[in-house]
């Protein structure tokens, strides 16, 4: 996982039937090719001795100094963003969603409002910010062959803000000593977190500190990143012995420590005020779709009207940036999670914007709302014929993101078997792609996964029942595989009458035991799930989707008791998502009747 970035050309070369890696790589360490592209020609040329590179070829590398930064930060992106891959033969200057599908703001990875949480590599902070949209790309910070800043301390942020004379490094704009921490550009603009106890990561969203953000929504700021340690003399020794850096303060109160989560409040407070003091009426306080983020997620149902608004790009008049792409697709992405149909009048206003003017959805929120409809679909709220309709125009997009995510948005959708004659082989051309998109990392069982759940949809039996014992083979320890295909058995032997190809299917996995055989597979399969889901659910509590699907396998097992105390526990967690509450009614019905 971090050779793919680390060193250069690299291939798994993993082969599923014997675990085995035979894995090639050009270089141990990041060369000069994995930046600027295979280098053979741009070689022959240098030692052609000629007075002139060539004119049309010009250096024979990837022009990564276009007047337009895309090429360069794209170049970069792939190393230095949290995504999945669709295709890992990406040449340097090559379009991002050609090749990887960049992870949304998900709350396990960003604060509420964009902050950094877990390791999320930059680019997907950097979208957010308003020097993306100004145009700034890497090397005009950093050096990319020194891997250094190109000048020292506050010079990287003052080559550029050359403003009139003295109005950010000076006391009257940061209210902090000269030449002390709170004095440094990057420590209020450019709070880090520290991953692996060393890499202390800088979030490059470069936003300004909104205390009166963490005093509304609990989410981070730079301020308090710094003055909470004012606080430390009031906590247990015990406590405080815990907390070294201030992100383990947000841990801690996150995970329920009311005493240091107070302790949070009253420094967000007492730096909301010195920030009111310092600017007055000067101060910028805009709306933030942090907000929207942060209301949705706790259940808000008001604050579907903000999120719409936000999905489609809108922005108050006068705020200091454009609404980022990322935020308006996690906003979508959000809705769909919580059930909102909503979501649909949203996604398809999005996909009849791009179609009315191709390009004017970024790839990334297009695919967003491709893979919306198909989840709603799912759910009823768009009918199969509007799925096509909508989606497989989509599949023939230029971005194979965008490609891949609506011919997904149809499966998943239930609108497969609405697409016939040529338009399914086109269609069936796509997820070709897309089987090659999982096998990227056919090491991982949620690779395998993945495709048996798309064969499962085109009911193809065969090559999902491979697909999810491969991925037992790979990871023996991963839940989900089992109960997916004890699912999957009994869904084939539902149609087995009627599908040869299930009836064939059976007969193979049953054996000389014929249908006992089958049920006594299944069987089996759900009770080794069970130990996994228990440990996972020990491990963490916190996760209402972990917790919901123990319960659920705990009452297929037989045990109504333990599945009620789990699937409470995830609608306690979640109150907002639509299934859990109905699982859990409809288990407490039952246990109720007679």
Not at 48 to 61: C, E, I, N, Q, V
Not at 165 to 174: A, E, R
């Amino acid at each position: 996982m971090c050779a793919e970035c680390h060193s250069t050309d690299l291939k798994r070369n993993y082969d599923v039937a014997t675990q085995r890696y035979h894995t090639t790589f050009s270089e141990i360490d990041v060369s000069c090719e994995a930046c600027h592209g295979p280098a053979s020609l741009h070689v022959e040329m240098a030692r052609s001795h000629s007075l002139f590179w060539d004119r049309k070829r010009g250096y024979a590398l990837a022009d990564l100094k276009t007047a337009d930064t895309k090429p360069q930060l794209e170049t970069c992106a792939p190393c230095h963003s949290r995504r999945g891959v669709l295709d890992a033969a990406m040449q340097p200057g090559a379009e991002y969603t050609d090749h990887y599908s960049l992870e949304l703001l998900r709350p396990d990875t960003y604060h509420d409002d964009g902050q950094i949480k877990d390791e999320v590599y930059v680019y997907g902070s950097f979208l957010q910010s308003k020097m993306y949209h100004k145009g700034i790309r890497c090397t005009d910070c950093h050096d990319p062959h020194s891997l250094q800043l190109k000048h020292p301390g506050n010079e990287t942020c003052t080559s550029c803000h050359q403003h009139a004379p003295g109005k950010y490094d000076v006391p009257s704009h940061h209210h902090h000593a000269v030449g002390s921490e709170g004095a440094k550009c990057v420590n209020c603009h450019m709070p880090h977190t520290t991953y692996m106890a060393i890499d202390a990561r800088r979030d490059h969203s470069l936003r300004v500190p909104r205390p009166d953000l963490s005093v509304e929504l609990g989410t981070p700021n730079a301020c308090s990143s710094c003055h909470v340690e004012d606080q430390r003399e009031l906590l247990d020794p015990a406590v405080s012995e815990e907390l070294d850096l201030y992100q383990d303060w947000l841990q801690a109160a996150e995970q329920g420590n009311e005493e240091v989560a107070e302790a949070i409040r009253m420094t967000d407070q007492w730096c909301d005020d010195a920030c009111e003091k310092w600017y007055g009426e000067a101060r910028l306080q805009p709306s933030h779709y942090g907000e929207v983020l942060a209301n949705l997620r706790a259940g808000d149902r008001s604050a579907v009207k903000d999120a719409l608004r936000l999905i489609a790009g809108s922005s108050t008049p006068g705020t200091e940036s454009l609404t980022p792409m990322i935020a308006r697709a996690t906003a979508l992405e959000e809705l769909v999670q919580s059930g909102h149909r909503d979501a649909a009048v949203a996604a398809q206003r999005l996909i009849d914007e791009n179609k009315e003017s191709p390009g004017a959805v970024p790839p990334v929120l297009l695919a967003t709302a491709a893979r919306a409809v198909g989840v709603l679909g799912a759910g009823g709220a768009i009918a199969p014929k509007d799925i096509v309709k909508l989606l497989l125009p989509l599949s023939k997009d230029s971005s194979r993101l965008v490609r891949s995510e609506a011919a997904r948005g149809i499966l998943t959708g239930g609108a497969y078997p609405q697409v016939t004659g040529s338009k399914r082989r086109e269609l069936d051309k796509v997820l070709a792609d897309a089987e090659e998109e999982y096998m990227v990392a056919d090491d991982r069982a949620n690779s395998h996964m993945g495709w048996a759940m798309i064969s499962e949809q085109r009911g193809q039996w065969a090559d999902a029942v491979r697909a999810y014992s491969n991925a037992m083979r790979v990871e023996p320890q991963t839940t989900g595989p089992r109960s997916n295909l004890a699912t999957l058995l009994d869904r084939i032997r539902s149609v087995a009458d009627q599908d040869p190809a299930a009836a064939k299917v059976l007969a193979t996995v049953g054996g000389s035991e014929g249908m006992a055989g089958v049920q006594n597979q299944i069987d089996q399969l759900r009770r080794d799930e069970l130990p996994l889901l228990a440990r996972d659910a020990k491990l963490a509590p916190g996760l209402a989707d972990v917790q919901y699907r123990y319960g659920l396998a705990l009452y297929l097992s037989g045990d109504s008791e333990g599945a009620q105390k789990y699937l409470k526990r995830a609608v306690e967690l979640a109150p907002h998502v639509e299934a859990f509450g109905v699982a859990l009614r409809a288990l407490q019905q039952q246990m109720n009747s007679p």
